[in-house]
Each structure stands twice: as C-alpha cells, then as structure tokens.
C-alpha cells in the first residue's frame, strides 16, 4: 500500500476536512496513518484507489495543456472528445449515422460532408453537436462569443445550411475571419520549424 500511500492520504486528508473540521491537524495526520494500514478504506478497493491515482495524473496532464496554450477558455466546459488545444487537429469523426434529431418539420442530423467545405469544423459525437476549431484555440481575448465558440455548440442542423446563418454566417463573421487567419500563420510558423515537427503538422489541414 505504501505507493500509494501519497493518494490515498491526500484524498483522506480532504475527506475528514469536510467531515470534522474542527480536529486538529495533528490528529488527521494521526488517523491517516491508521486507516493506511487497512486494505479497504470506507468501501474503497485497491482498483478505486488506482482510478483516483488515475485522475490526478490526467489533472497534471491537463495543466501542462493550459499552461502551453494562450487561451484557456479552449479547453473549460467543452465535451472532452472534441480538440483541447491547439497542438490537435479538428476532430471531425466519419460516424456512418449521425444522430437523428427532429427539427422543424423532419429529422436531421449533421452531415459528414460539411468538413470539407468548412476544415474549421469539429463534431462530438458525445454532445451531438458543432464547433469552430478555428475560433476556440485562436481568438484573440475580449472577442465577442459565438455559438459556434460556446459550450454547448451549435446544433441546429435546420440552420446550418441557410445563406444568412449557420456555417455560412459564422464564415463571414469578423472574429471567426481573425481566428482563421491566426489559425493559418500559426500553420506556416510550424511548417518552417520542421525539428519540431509533431502530431500537429501531421494533420494540417487542407484549403
Ligand atoms: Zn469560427
């Protein structure tokens, strides 16, 4: 138990915080050190002990992202399985079926063939719904937000095709033009470096 002894003693450290927070440091510690010994721990086993080592290593992980990104509005609140910082490519999944949702008069769903005509386009399949890389890892501060930049993402399949909304109105946006050109000079500045060439020119994006 001994390598794990830092996790589960900080976890239980907090727990007994909340629980008593009028007993003396001294005495946390005491009780820590007792309740190590043990094999289970309030119900906990060996294997939930290893998940909350797990989740700390990925709470490192996730804070050398953000400290190696300029924006870190890029990675909080939005569904995990779409791009976290810039580094990665648009996620832009080629499911067969895409969910079916109804909107207005019928069923829609998104389409597949919108990543080529939009390369800023990502998709979760876990929230069902559209992104703008573009727009998330390279909007300058302060810009004014977007549906397309939101936490939620835009789902409005209806829309998404109309000339004066959707993907189209989204292109013709100010900030979403900024994004793209910022997108594309960051591009070029990685092609001209190629002894740091990684995962990201490996997947840049045709247009
Ligand atoms: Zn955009």
Redesign the pocket.
């Known amino acids: 138990m001994k390598r794990k002894g830092g996790t589960i003693e900080a976890f239980l450290k907090k727990q007994l915080r909340d629980e008593e927070e009028s007993e003396t440091a001294e005495n946390v510690q005491e009780r820590t050190e007792n309740v190590e010994g043990t094999e289970n721990v309030e119900g906990r086993s060996q294997s939930d002990t290893e998940v909350q080592s797990g989740r700390e290593e990925e709470v490192e992980r996730e804070a050398e992202r953000r400290h190696s990104s300029t924006n870190d509005s890029n990675v909080i609140g939005y569904p995990s399985d779409i791009s976290k910082s810039r580094a990665e490519a648009p996620v832009q999944p080629q499911l067969s079926v895409f969910p079916k949702t109804l909107q207005g008069d019928r069923m829609r769903s998104f389409k597949k063939d919108w990543y080529h005509k939009h390369p800023?386009l990502e998709y979760s399949a876990s929230k069902d719904s559209a992104f703008?890389y573009?727009?998330r890892h390279f909007s300058l501060p302060g810009q004014s937000e977007?549906t397309?930049?939101s936490n939620a993402g835009f789902k409005n399949w209806k829309k998404s095709t109309y000339s004066d909304g959707g993907f189209a109105a989204?292109s013709r946006?100010e900030?979403?033009k900024d994004?793209?050109l910022a997108w594309r000079e960051f591009q070029l500045a990685e092609k001209i470096r190629p002894q740091l060439q990684g995962s990201w020119t490996k997947n840049t994006i045709k247009q």
């Open positions: 800023w703008c573009a727009c977007s397309f930049k989204h946006s900030h979403h994004a793209m």
